[in-house]
């Protein structure tokens, strides 16, 4: 079998730098196809964590020694490592956080109880991730502001026209979107829903936590507000997430959790904060785990990305069309532009069973509602099967999925 895939990528030998998929599950070797839950760490990640601990433990930012230092030094440049990865104008409008979900909970803290009115509107996607929802929702309540569900189409393609028409009347203060649907794979034209969002007066925060595992971005080029993601989706750890922020945004919002780090100055009259981006980082932060997304981003760097979507594109193009020959399998998320996210039913089977199933012959799926609840509700379906690609999956697991679902379907 030809080891370098149509569109010159070499899985293979990118599959060999993570040494989780070496490994055999219930007898067979594994196919992990959950890589839109979570991406598996290449080796030079994990020693990044290792070092870390074994050499340079230290709190950062702090200490008058040398490990302070050497811990100050690494977790700063892994700063600026994300600052270059999406093209930021400035190394301070990377704030870190937990996640992807601590991101959207602090701007919608933060800026949303700072500048929401009774009567605004915050409109987000009908196919988004609840981390972009619920925030919003909450914070919304408080203000006496509404969050709006920009319409999906059966496809799983944003009514453009629609997110128009709903920005008219000049009451709405945010657009919240999905850069990419976790549940459907479906890509979002940003650039235009970013321009949208400021012609009618409104900020703009984009959900990449999608996006970033795939195709690189650049913040300067789109001129979002706010774009956030998690490391762990881009092949780093748990646990470390970043929120992108406009300078000037940044600057006029008020911290949202106070502690240590945060504040200029601290007395029983008041206190003052600290600069950007530490104004965000309140408490001892997930050193090593910033340190080892550092690594990830090098890793990423020195991948030809282009072809690496080229790719994961080839394998989905492939499954799909595998599936289109598998009697009673429906494929839920069929927009134009998608990333190489397949979501599917198989007639008279639950999601969960299918997943059981392939499991237990060593193929790792995603099954359920896959935190997007609305978009189950509107195609009327409890949740779907989903398998999902990275840049280390080749068409053999796509074999395999096939394989191992047809014997799900001989079983059902
Ligand atoms: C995974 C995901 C999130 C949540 O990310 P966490 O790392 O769990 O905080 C939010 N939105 C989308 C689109 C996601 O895929």
């Known amino acids: 079998m030809a080891t370098v895939s149509p569109v010159g990528f070499d899985a293979e030998r990118v599959r060999a730098d993570f040494p989780i998929l070496q490994q055999q599950v219930n007898g067979h070797p594994l196919v992990y196809l959950d890589n839109a839950a979570t991406t598996q760490k290449p080796e030079v990640v994990i020693q990044a964590i290792v070092d870390y601990y074994r050499e340079d433990n230290s709190n950062v930012h ?4 040398t490990l302070a230092d050497r811990a100050t030094a690494k977790f700063e440049a892994a700063r600026g490592k994300v600052r270059d990865l999406i093209h930021a104008a400035h190394a301070h409008e990377i704030i870190w956080t937990r996640g992807t979900t601590e991101s959207i909970n602090l701007v919608a803290n933060s800026w949303g109880r700072g500048n929401l009115q009774p009567g605004d509107r915050v409109l987000v996607s009908a196919m988004e991730h609840h981390a972009n929802i619920v925030p919003w929702q909450m914070v ?13 189409d059966e496809s799983g393609t944003l009514d453009m026209q629609a997110l128009r028409f709903m920005l008219d009347d000049g009451r709405v203060k945010m657009v919240a979107c999905g850069h990419v649907s976790n549940a459907l794979g479906s890509i979002n034209p940003v650039e235009e829903i970013v321009q949208l969002a400021h012609a009618a007066g409104a900020l703009c925060l984009l959900d990449g936590a999608q996006a970033i595992g795939h195709f690189n971005v650049d913040m300067q080029a789109l001129d979002c507000d706010f774009y956030v993601f998690s490391a762990h989706k881009l092949f780093g750890p748990t646990g470390v997430g970043v929120l992108y922020g406009k300078s000037a945004l940044l600057e006029a919002m008020q911290p949202w959790v106070g502690g240590g780090e945060m504040i200029e100055t601290v007395s029983f009259a008041g206190s003052t904060w600290n600069q950007l981006p530490w104004k965000f980082e309140a408490g001892t932060p997930d050193i090593a785990g910033v340190i080892g997304f550092g690594a990830a981003i090098d890793y990423v760097q020195g991948l030809d990305r282009v072809a690496a979507e080229a790719h994961e594109l080839e394998l989905l193009h492939y499954a799909e069309s595998r599936a289109r020959e598998v009697p009673g399998m429906r494929l839920i998320g069929t927009a134009a532009n998608k990333i190489a996210v397949m979501s599917f039913l198989l007639e008279g089977a639950h999601p969960a069973d299918v997943g059981t199933l392939l499991d237990q012959q060593g193929v790792a799926v995603r099954t359920g509602h896959h935190c997007a609840q609305p978009i189950m509700d509107q195609y009327a379906i409890p949740g779907t099967v989903r398998a999902s690609f990275s840049i280390y999956n080749t068409r053999a697991d796509v074999d395999r999925l096939f ?5 799900v379907r001989q079983f059902l």
């Open 140 to 152: 919304a309540a408080d203000c006496g502001a509404s969050v709006e569900p920009i319409p999906v």
């Open 403 to 407: 394989v191992a679902l047809e014997k």
């Open 62 to 65: 702090r200490g008058a020694h």
